[in-house]
DNA sequence: CGGGCGGGCGTTACGTTATAGCGTATCTGT
DNA sequence: ACAGATACGCTATAACGTAACGCCCGCCCG
């Protein structure tokens, strides 16, 4: 059981989904009922979850589902910028950020617990663009995810 | 067909499995005749090759093999060093460096002419490293992935 | 020499992740 | 109401990856 994974209170799944909600209204985008749900069970996941995953739950929720139901939804949520995808699980965890802005992401994975924790360091950004313009490379999204023990598991192995 | 894959000329392949086997021998590691294949396979491949397209050639150059087969020698040659595994594209990569020293990995990835391009760049690095030891998390392996539209591509995309 | 051990490989079977393609329904703007 | 675009249901299949078992062979030690 991952440590470090807690879902959100209550409260503040309903205002992320709230927001969630303005955000694509804003846009014209629409967050229908599979892709809110979907959403909404990323979120109250608390750490990634794999697209089939999401399926069964789907599936527990709403009786219905195949994988191209849940795929769709991703993409959209990824577009949107509501989720990201953690590409060396082949799992998906909600935006830590509001979605105003599109952001590179950053993550540590941790290999004990499961959990993944996104940050956005400037100075990787500026060192990834810098390499790029120096060989003339149009930059359309970059991944960092680093793999590690995070400092709850450290300690506890040390402990 | 990619642009910029181009198959490395015969010598510099014989080198460069020369010199995989001096590096193999050096450390005890066994470089049998299936994982010399599939580096060799790998080297003349020039871009990313999946491990089923792996298989396939694998089949066609020596009649045998099932999925371990490859995965089994793929593991080996990762640990060795010898080649990358690109996240982002479930497919594998010759390591452009010696494999004496373990070193972050680092690609530019063209979407357009699938071409990967391997750098090592101090500053990400060291940026990760700082964020990293900044929340006590212990740096396992770090996955850089940068994607977008290289050079060559972009100029034909333009002119 | 021969017995035990470990690594490498063959094989079967299966699990997991992802997409193609096509038809239907629903929504939107005019 | 109509036309076009978007969303969704469904079947099927592609693509990627691993578990588990047994055999064979080389090596080391007695």
Do not use: W
């Not at 059981?1 to 409260?11: D, E, F, G, K, T």
């Not at 799944?13 to 804003?26: G, K, M, S, V």
């Amino acid at each position: 059981m991952p440590a470090l994974a807690h879902h959100a209170p209550a409260a503040e799944l309903a205002d992320r989904l709230t927001r969630a909600e303005a955000a694509c209204a804003q846009r014209g985008a629409r967050l229908t009922d599979i892709r809110r749900t979907v959403l909404e069970l990323i979120l109250q996941a608390g750490e990634p979850i794999g697209a089939y995953a999401l399926l069964d739950r789907l599936k527990d929720k709403s009786g219905q589902g195949k994988p191209p139901t849940v795929y769709r939804a991703l993409d959209f949520l990824l577009a949107q910028g509501l989720i990201h995808r953690v590409e060396r699980l082949n799992a998906f965890v909600g935006c830590h950020e509001e979605a105003d802005h599109p952001h590179p992401v950053q993550f540590l994975i941790c290999g004990e617990c499961g959990n993944v924790a996104e940050f956005e360091d400037q100075a990787i950004g500026t060192a990834v663009a810098t390499i790029a313009s120096r060989s003339g490379f149009v930059v359309k999204r970059s991944i960092v995810e680093v793999e590690g023990v995070c400092a709850e598991c450290a300690t506890l192995a040390a402990g």
